[in-house]
């Protein structure tokens, strides 16, 4: 089975600190995604890497990065975080060019204050 | 630009029959997937259709029409169980690396 896991389920953070979100999948997956879900916008997606330091921007990248120096491990960033990032922030992660089957993490619900 | 449209609710008793739809707009088509999400968990993927017509997995199946853009999930026997958030999502224009974009999901509440 493919496992997907992520750092913390729950993060409670001040606003301006850094945040560090963490995802690591033990299945060689090439592709790693990350997501943030908000009610009535369903999965937005932030950042993707389709290989160890290689990275693109999704849709919503503005006060994200992403940190991928290992195959198995996709790191969020968020550099100084807002009470706008507020959410559930999901990783997730797929086999190649078979993207329309992604792997998700169990998510980490983050509070900014 | 891409985009995908489901219903935002859907209601149904337990044992009928429910049909979540799905209309999309994409500049490359390369099937489309489903995934359920319960309150509170990870999405998990149910199905997938590159080509036209109907799959079946168990009490779920899925349909593709890609000459009407358009696809449905249907639950059979419904069970309290399948109380959850179901997505779409199809892969992005003519990116082969994998991305999808998702439909806003529609919420099914079975009733007993």
């Known amino acids: 089975d493919v496992k997907v896991t992520q750092s913390s389920r729950y993060l409670v953070k001040r606003t301006g600190e850094k945040v560090f979100l963490e995802c690591v999948q033990d299945m060689d997956h090439e592709n790693m995604f990350w997501y943030r879900q908000d009610p009535g916008l369903g999965l937005r997606l932030i950042y993707f890497?389709?290989?160890?330091?290689?990275?693109e921007k999704g849709d919503i990248p503005e006060g994200y990065s992403v940190s991928r120096e290992k195959k198995e491990r996709f790191s969020l960033i968020l550099e100084s975080a807002s009470t706008n990032q507020t959410s559930m922030y999901l990783c997730a992660s797929s086999l190649g060019l078979a993207g329309y089957e992604q792997y998700f993490g169990p998510g980490t619900r983050l509070t900014v204050t | 630009g891409q985009s995908l449209e489901q219903p935002s609710e859907v209601t149904a008793v337990e044992g009928a029959i429910v049909q979540i739809n799905c209309t999309y707009q994409t500049s490359g088509f390369y099937g489309l997937s489903w995934y359920q999400q319960h309150d509170g968990g990870a999405p998990t993927f149910l199905s997938y259709?590159?080509?036209?017509g109907l799959e079946e997995t168990g009490r779920f199946s899925s349909f593709l029409s890609r000459s009407d853009s358009y696809g449905y999930l249907l639950l059979q026997e419904l069970q309290m169980k399948d109380s959850a958030s179901y997505f779409c999502a199809v892969r992005r224009g003519s990116s082969n690396t994998g991305k999808l974009i998702f439909g806003q999901g529609t919420t099914l509440q079975v009733k007993p």
């Open positions: 259709n590159a080509l036209d």
């Open positions: 890497s389709y290989d160890v330091k290689m990275k």
